[in-house]
């Protein structure tokens, strides 16, 4: 297949500078560490890459732990137990990309806990997303249509042949496919008689033969005995599929509002790979744009990817129970978005309130050992080699070093004033790079 041009032309070379590993891998993952920007600058882009978006082999260890967190959340039947399964995967799987993918779709298809009420549907629902997410979302679709989650979070069993319930066929089109405005309520309607009896028994999906609409059903210029597989499909072959999950995939992974020749630009791409992630992932992460300018700093960090990712860069272990604890209270509760359109994010991650609240968690994180995510960056020999002083290494490992003039000088004069030994005055200085305005930005 023919390699992207125009917009998503890929960069030439396969240097990968310091800055350039720091900024791919900060949207790649939840956080760096010094240790991952080093090998990435030594292997490359094209290295680098495969190995983001090809499954890695886990550790034993991990394995381990993995599934002993996964038993404790399906014995306690708690929600917060579940969480801290995957939270463990976001900071120690081998494949961060992955799981910065299954958080994505996770958002995508919003379901909550709150009306779910079952560990094991959650659990099933993000095994899914995981198996997909460098997949295809052409059957990650099919298969959120029949995932028992979703179904009692849409009210499934409530669709029935005399009384269709729209509420699965409109989020089918509005949130998961197609956006508003690119369909019609009487599409709606349509669709929803094709997932007549599509119900849930014994907590399994269960095809209700004798509550489907068996009659002719019309959606996008197509009639007949269609079903809810069949409405699938088609709005897949619609081209604003693409064009939605290509604005949804550069809007969390490069800049918050992409015009529309970008959205253009990867939508071909999606469909030219026919939703298959890996190759649209490998494109999108290894194009100019990516590399752009404007994509520098374009992206307001979420609350996971500052919790996680600023426990990343410090290194140490974290109590990741805390961690998932904060980002709940900067406003993302695993499990549990607020509403069927999941976490709109951007902005609406950022007000006075909430700045206030992530300058408190920074100095836990910093000063408080008790969290356990402090490491001593003075010591840690892959962290010193970031950087031949004290702030370039700070800004390297925290701001991929793109801290303004006026920051790198409040810095600068931080260091030659502040009093302490090393030890504290490196922490302080990671307090202070991690309450600047320029930390809130990936």
Same mark, same amino acid.
């Given at each position: ?7 998503? &032309? ?6 990968? %500078? ?38 890695? #082999?886990?550790?034993? /260890?991990?394995?381990?732990? %993995? ?19 995957? *939270? ?10 992955? #799981? ?54 849409? /009210? ?7 009384? &269709? ?37 014994? /907590? ?19 009639? =007949? ?11 897949? +072959? ?11 995939? *550069? ?26 992630? %890996? ?25 996971? /990817? ?8 410090? =290194? ?25 359109? @999941?976490?709109?994010? +951007? ?11 992530? &300058? ?11 969290? @356990?995510?402090? @490491? ?10 970031? @950087? ?8 390297t490992l925290l701001l991929a070093g793109g801290a303004s003039p006026a920051a790198r000088k409040q810095l600068a004069d931080f260091l030659k004033n502040?009093? +302490? ?6 922490? #302080? ?14």
């Amino acid at each position: 297949m023919s390699r992207p041009e125009g917009i998503l &032309a890929p960069v030439e070379g396969d240097k990968l %500078t310091r800055r350039n590993a720091a900024h791919l891998l900060r949207r790649a993952q939840f956080g760096v560490s010094a240790a991952e920007i080093l090998r990435a600058e030594k292997d490359g882009l094209a290295a680098t890459l495969h190995r983001l978006t090809t499954i890695q #082999e886990e550790t034993e /260890d991990f394995s381990f732990t %993995t599934r002993l967190l996964r038993q404790a959340a399906y014995d306690t039947g708690d929600i917060s137990d579940l969480r801290a399964w995957w *939270l463990h995967r976001m900071h120690y799987s081998t494949n961060p990309l992955e #799981e910065k993918l299954t958080l994505f779709w996770h958002n995508h298809f919003a379901t909550s806990f709150a009306k779910v009420r079952s560990v094991p549907h959650m659990a099933a629902q993000n095994d899914l997303f995981r198996k997909e997410a460098l997949g295809s979302f052409r059957r990650m679709l099919h298969g959120i249509s029949k995932d028992v989650a979703m179904l009692i979070w849409l /009210d499934g069993n409530a669709n029935r042949k005399r009384h &269709a319930n729209e509420n699965f066929a409109r989020e089918v089109m509005e949130l998961f496919s197609l956006g508003e405005g690119n369909y019609t309520e009487d599409d709606i309607k349509q669709a929803a008689k094709a997932f007549t009896g599509w119900h849930v028994r014994n /907590d399994r999906f269960w095809f209700n033969a004798r509550q489907h609409d068996d009659g002719d059903k019309s959606l996008f210029g197509r009639t =007949g005995n269609l079903d809810g597989g069949d409405v699938i499909d088609l709005c897949l +072959g619609r081209p604003s599929c693409a064009e939605f999950l290509a604005y949804k995939l *550069l809007r969390r992974f490069v800049l918050e509002q992409p015009d529309k020749a970008q959205v253009k630009a990867l939508a071909g791409r999606i469909r030219a790979h026919d939703f298959a992630m %890996t190759l649209v992932m490998r494109e999108l992460f290894s194009s100019r744009l990516f590399f752009s300018g404007p994509a520098r700093a374009a992206i307001i960090k979420s609350p996971l /990817d500052l919790v996680l990712g600023s426990a990343r860069a410090l =290194g140490g272990r974290p109590n990741l129970r805390r961690l998932g604890s904060a980002a709940a209270r900067l406003g993302q509760d695993l499990f549990q978005p607020p509403s069927v359109k @999941g976490w709109e994010g +951007g902005r609406l991650w950022i007000n006075s309130a909430m700045l206030l609240q992530r &300058a408190n968690f920074a100095a836990e994180l910093v000063l408080k050992q008790s969290m @356990g995510t402090i @490491g001593d960056l003075g010591s840690n020999r892959q962290n010193a080699s970031l @950087g031949g002083t004290t702030m370039d290494h700070s800004l390297t490992l925290l701001l991929a070093g793109g801290a303004s003039p006026a920051a790198r000088k409040q810095l600068a004069d931080f260091l030659k004033n502040s009093a +302490g030994n090393r030890e504290q005055k490196l922490r #302080e200085l990671a307090h202070l790079v991690m309450t600047m305005p320029d930390y809130q930005l990936m």
